[in-house]
């Protein structure tokens, strides 16, 4: 059974960092192209970034980009979010999500974890 797993999501005051990891088992991970969804109270989920699986090529959303890089490690089957200069509208609860080619609709996603909180405040 495919297994997705997040974590290193937590609480961080504006301007800081955090790394979050995405750990798969039960698939091969290099055949997958992951994606990073949020979503916050209240709000629909969305996508943030995605990485291919033939390439590396990474891609993001317009409100992360500069700010978010994805990043994989085949070897450990892990997916990373590091997100620098976060912003009390990046709050949300963070997904990892994997499907044969990237895509920015949650719908197209055949595998999901169960997400980790990502808390900004001051």
């Known amino acids: 059974q495919v297994l997705l797993v997040e974590s290193g999501g937590g609480s961080v005051q504006p301007g800081g960092s955090l790394r979050l990891s995405c750990t798969a088992s039960?698939?091969?991970?290099?055949?997958?192209?992951m994606g990073w969804f949020r979503q916050a109270p209240g709000k629909e989920r969305e996508f943030v970034a995605g990485?291919?699986?033939?390439?590396?090529?990474?891609s993001y959303a317009d409100s992360v980009k500069g700010r978010f890089t994805v990043s994989t490690d085949n070897g450990k089957n892990t997916v990373y979010l590091q997100m620098n200069s976060l912003k009390p509208e990046d709050t949300a609860v963070y997904y990892c999500?994997?499907?044969?080619?990237?895509?920015?609709?949650?719908?197209?996603?055949?595998?999901w974890g169960r997400g980790t909180q990502v808390t900004v405040s001051s």
């Open positions: 039960a698939f091969t991970f290099s055949s997958y192209a």
């Open positions: 990485i291919s699986r033939n390439n590396g090529l990474s």
């Open positions: 999500a994997a499907r044969s080619f990237v895509s920015t609709r949650d719908a197209d996603y055949n595998y």
